[in-house]
Each structure stands twice: as C-alpha cells, then as structure tokens.
C-alpha cells in the first residue's frame, strides 16, 4: 500500500511541476511503459468496448490526456467530426472582456470541460461528466 501511496504522490507532483528528487519514488517495472502507452494498454482492441472498460491511462494533465485521446481516434475506423466550443465571452465590464482574447481562451483546458476543438469518430468511447440530454441518451454512465 505505500508503494501505492508513493506512486500517487509522485504523480500529483508531477502534476504540480514540483522538482522530484531521484529517490522520491520507485515505479514498479511492471508499470512502465517504454513504447507507445496507447498499444501497450489497450493492443489492436480499440473497437471491443467490453475489454476497454476494465482499462484506462491516467494523465496528471488535461494536455496529455488530450494526446493520447488523439493518439487512439487515429487507431479507430472512419472519419473524424471535429465539434468547435462557442466562442464569445460574456462578461459585464468591457474592459475585463479585453484582457482575455479568444486565442487565449481556446488554449485553456480546464478540468471537465471538452477541449475548444474535440474530434471524435463514430464507435469511439466517450465518458460525460454531465446529463447532455437525457431524452437522446445523453447522460452520465450511458455507453453511446
């Protein structure tokens, strides 16, 4: 259980951009991944849904996990549909509205929100964090 807890705590510094000193933590051979993490985690199986619910990749940053999710799309059959964000700021002071432009704000990737460009492809695994819409099976814990 500590080497458990020892992991974790190097990830979240990782994530934090905190300096790790070469002791910090041992990483189990068996956990790491020397070639590309999308084939040794989930093979040629990408389409299987049953075999990728028992499987993840945990990323410390959105931006990695945005990668990879590129990486595994390109694996999947079919064409991609790139959805864009809605770009307008509502702010109520103007002066506000001018500090932040809008190349600015689509390079943000805040924690449980899409991404200002998301690509996906039919067949492709998506989690919602939210009900979209219910009544079209939109919803939280729904395979689509």
């Given amino acids: 259980m500590n080497k458990i807890f020892n992991i974790c705590f190097c990830i979240l510094a990782l994530a ?3 300096q790790l000193g070469e002791d910090i933590a041992e990483i189990p051979e ?3 991944v020397r070639d590309c993490i999308v084939n040794e985690i989930f093979g040629s199986s990408v389409t299987d849904t049953e075999k990728l ?3 993840a990749i945990l990323c410390p940053k959105n931006e990695d996990s945005l ?3 590129e990486q595994i799309l390109k694996k999947l059959p079919g064409q991609n549909k790139t959805y864009f964000s809605a770009d307008s700021i ?3 002071d103007q002066e506000e509205q001018n500090n932040f432009t809008m190349d600015f704000i689509n390079t943000l990737t805040p924690s449980g929100m899409p ?3 998301l690509n996906l492809k039919v067949g492709a695994v998506v ?3 939210r009900n979209l819409n219910p009544s079209a099976g939109l919803m939280v814990m729904k395979h689509v």
């Fill in 30 to 32: 068996e956990c790491v």
């Fill in 90 to 92: 509502i702010c109520v």
């Fill in 53 to 55: 619910s028992g499987k």
């Fill in 16 to 18: 934090n951009n905190c």
């Fill in 115 to 117: 991404p200002q460009e």
């Fill in 67 to 69: 990668k990879i999710n």
């Fill in 127 to 129: 989690m919602l964090l």
